[in-house]
């Protein structure tokens, strides 16, 4: 596909050459009988040049290529436009370069405004990532907690304040859609009890999704752009979306046990290798159950959370299976996962993601 963009970049490039060569004289071009001053030669060699500069941004990987296709084709038409006759047909490749600019100039400000959630919730962070952490801190865990911590590695480690990662997998949107592959990275203040997951959901054609998923605050959002230009989804100041927003920092704590030690976490030993968690925050609170083996590797989490965020939304169980685990820094954390809606009309397992690459304590962004 970028090898097939290039080639349209380069054609119209080459395409808008003809038009100076035309002016000077340099070539006899049968193709275009009307004559073309030597000034609007000029213009066609610059246009052209333009479109060779767009070219190369877009090869190179910058995201603001698109700013400067714009220009070229609002160029391109003009010219195209006084010399109709002869180069209407160029049309096509500009409204061509047009469809495929406006989901890239989407896509540069839908990360632009990622960055800057990132950027907040870096500045969130009030405490130093220097502490360690003893598990008798907190005596009064439940026993398969204190296994689930020492099995993890969490014993004399730094504490974890920020955790930055990427994943991997598919998902699906209804019970009988098709799995679509995505990419996600996500970000979470520990401290601050807040995250950001941003990711880009292809269809296996040319449509894709980009979606945003965040915590902040004890407030929670979900936004999801079609080519990230359209919202399908947008959801924020919505008690519903809040409350989804905490289980899913609750249950995602797995990646950073650390977090199990936190004021914010109450924790109550139930039968059986399980025990209840309680996540407050800002005054609103929300309760999961961990599930555990007898050595106390983390084997489930689920809850009851509300399926949607509209009004009659309802609470429905919500159950995230652990299938693989990998060391990362030392902590040994849950790498595959499996996360299903458990409806009355039946199961309906929607995501299966991998974590690729852990940090911990590093708060920059991910290079793009």
């Known amino acids: 596909m970028k090898i097939l963009v290039g080639l349209i970049f380069l054609i119209h490039a080459l395409i808008h050459l003809l038009g ?3 002016a000077f004289r340099l070539a006899e071009l049968r193709q275009l009988p009307l004559e073309i001053s030597r000034p609007l030669g000029y213009l066609w060699l610059f246009c052209a040049l333009l479109f060779l500069f767009v070219l190369y941004l877009f090869l190179q990987g910058k995201s603001w290529w698109p700013f400067f296709a714009i220009a070229a084709i609002i160029i391109s038409q003009s010219l195209i436009i006084l010399v109709w006759q002869d180069a ?4 096509i490749l500009n409204l061509i370069i047009l469809l495929i600019s406006l989901p890239a100039m989407g896509s540069f400000y839908f990360q632009k405004k990622t960055e800057k959630e990132v950027t907040r919730l870096v500045q969130l962070a009030t405490t130093s990532t220097e502490a360690t952490v003893e598990l008798e801190d907190r005596a009064q865990l439940p026993e398969i907690i204190w296994k689930w911590l020492r099995i993890s590695g969490v014993n004399a480690k730094s504490e974890v304040a920020f955790v ?10 209804k019970p009988d859609g098709d799995w679509m592959p995505f990419r996600a990275k996500q970000y979470f203040n520990v401290k601050a009890q ?3 997951w941003t990711t880009r959901v292809n269809t296996g054609s040319p449509i894709y999704f980009d979606g945003r998923d965040k915590l902040m605050n004890g407030q929670g959002a979900m936004l999801i752009k079609l080519f990230s230009l359209f919202p399908l989804v947008n959801e924020y100041d919505n008690d519903k979306i809040d409350a989804g927003a905490m289980q899913r920092f609750l249950a995602e704590i797995c990646w950073f046990p650390t977090a199990a030690l936190s004021r914010q976490i109450s924790w109550e030993a139930m039968d059986g ?12 609170k929300v309760s999961g159950i961990f599930n555990f083996s007898e050595e106390g590797k983390l084997l489930s989490f689920q809850t009851k ?9 309802r609470e429905e169980t919500w159950k995230v299976e652990m299938l693989g685990f990998k060391e990362f820094s030392g902590y040994e954390i849950p ?4 996360i299903t809606w458990k409806l009355p009309e039946g199961d309906f397992t929607w995501l299966e ?5 852990v940090d911990y304590n590093k708060a920059e962004l991910y290079p793009n």
């Open 20 to 22: 100076f060569l035309k």
């Open 88 to 91: 209407k047909y160029g049309s």
């Open 164 to 173: 930055r990662l990427r994943q991997q997998g598919r998902m699906k949107i």
């Open 194 to 196: 807040s995250f950001l």
């Open 273 to 284: 290798n399980a025990a209840r968690a309680e996540l407050e925050i800002n005054g609103k």
């Open 305 to 313: 959370r509300f399926y949607g965020g509209k009004q009659d939304s």
């Open 335 to 338: 790498n595959k996962c499996r």
């Open 353 to 357: 993601l991998e974590i690729v690459e």
